[in-house]
């Protein structure tokens, strides 16, 4: 199975900083990557897809990016409804696997 | 709008089977994919498989022969069976779209195995 190491696992960061959530593949997944967020009680969203692209309806201050096997989710101008759990997940090869989750709490 | 909503019991004992419904509006479950995922307590998730537009279904090799997934096109329904379960498959399960990542989610069902 392909591993996805993601860190950190938790993050804490003011309203209007920029954060970075990081994904690391066990081995090439080819932009075969997705972004998650999860708020309490709810079901997760999709951001971004094939690692760089904005899913519709998904704010513009959400970004993706990749290099090499490191997979970056990258959340600029935090509001204060970023505060959710953050999962990736390969579709590269079968099983398809998750990232552990990042949470984001906003000071 | 495609809407996704699983239904099912909350509460399963130990060596029996998990069975779960994932009930689709808006887009007809013969096109594209439709999988099973589950979260376990402490935020591990896992994918357990798909069927796909054509009937042909795709499992998570961890769950072995423990799972089946079908589906009923006249009721836009697809199902999840999962066979001698233990405590261990305490989790919230989603119903899910899968085109390329999964686009739409159900809003979950909590499912316990206890006696």
């Known amino acids: 199975d392909i591993q996805m190491t993601q860190s950190p696992a938790s993050l804490s960061a003011s309203l209007g900083e920029t954060v970075t959530i990081e994904c690391l593949a066990s081995e090439d997944i080819y932009s075969n990557l997705a972004w998650y967020q999860q708020k309490p009680g709810k079901s997760p969203q999709l951001l971004i897809y094939d690692a760089s692209s904005l899913q519709d309806g998904v704010p513009s201050r959400f970004s993706g990016s990749e290099s090499g096997t490191q997979y970056s989710l990258e959340i600029n101008s935090l509001q204060s409804e970023d505060a959710a759990t953050y999962f990736c997940q390969q579709h590269h090869d079968y099983p398809f696997t998750f990232g552990s989750g990042t949470k984001l709490e906003i000071k | 709008e495609v809407q996704l909503q699983e239904s099912g019991p909350g509460l399963v004992k130990p060596s029996q089977s998990l069975s779960l419904t994932c009930s689709v509006t808006g887009y007809s479950i013969t096109s594209n994919y439709w999988g099973w995922i589950r979260k376990f307590p402490g935020n591990k998730m896992e994918w357990m498989g798909y069927?796909?537009?054509?009937?042909?279904?795709s499992y998570n090799p961890s769950l072995k022969s423990r799972i089946s997934i079908t589906r009923d096109t006249s009721k836009n329904q697809f199902f999840l069976q999962l066979n001698s379960v233990t405590t261990e498959d305490t989790a919230t399960y989603y119903c899910?779209?899968?085109?390329?990542?999964?686009?739409?989610w159900g809003q979950g069902v909590m499912v316990t195995v206890s006696s």
């Open positions: 069927i796909s537009y054509s009937g042909s279904t």
């Open positions: 899910a779209r899968y085109y390329g990542s999964f686009d739409y």
